[in-house]
């Protein structure tokens, strides 16, 4: 097996594989940093979101106290509740895509901090095999020790996302639950 056969290395190998690792570490920092502030600003798209959504809701109960009784009825409920239905409707297709992607980046950021955490390991293993093996002139390098897969998180870790999406799906419901229930009191009653 090629992850079972090893090979002689001199110095050069060894700080060919060093600085292999160096680099994926490197890499996956970076990559880490990116996804991070990737993360940040769909949170910050999400908040913006929901300030003018909840600046539209209080617009429309805003607009049902403020009118005349002669100009909204109860046989008029349907316009209030149907612009409230079209504007939940539109939310939660815009908070889907945020959470899509926000839950996207945050997958990916997790992958590159399991394969930095991987990287860092294996680098922190041969410095010491060699080191301990400095005594001796010989010195086995194993491809295994700079061969770094891309790790991904267990299927647990998808679960806190589904978590996320039904609060956000559990939120929604009952906020349009409750304005038209208030929509309904308010013109009917």
């Not at 690792?21 to 996956?28: A, D, F, G, K, Y």
């Not at 400095?134 to 790790?151: K, M, S």
Request: glycine share 6%.
């Amino acid at each position: 097996m090629m992850a079972e056969a090893a090979y002689g290395g001199g110095g050069g190998e060894v700080e060919a594989a060093v600085q292999a690792l160096n680099t994926i570490i490197q890499l996956h920092f970076e990559k880490t940093l990116e996804k991070k502030r990737a993360v940040d600003g769909q949170k910050k798209e999400l908040w913006r979101l929901f300030q003018l959504f909840f600046l539209f809701l209080a617009l429309v109960l805003g607009a049902q106290l403020g009118a005349s009784p002669e100009r909204l009825q109860c046989r008029h409920c349907w316009a209030p509740i149907g612009l409230l239905s079209l504007g939940h409707l539109i939310f939660y297709i815009a908070v889907a895509q945020t959470l899509r992607c926000l839950n996207g980046f945050k997958y990916q950021r997790r992958c590159h901090k399991l394969t930095l955490a991987l990287a860092t390991d294996r680098l922190k293993h041969l410095k010491m095999r060699y080191s301990s093996a400095a005594a001796g002139d010989h010195f086995l390098l194993l491809p295994t020790d700079y061969d770094i897969p891309y790790q991904e998180p267990p299927e647990s870790y998808l679960a806190k996302f589904k978590r996320s999406w039904a609060l956000h799906f559990a939120f929604l419901i009952c906020t349009f639950g409750f304005m038209v229930s208030a929509s309904v009191v308010l013109l009917c009653f």
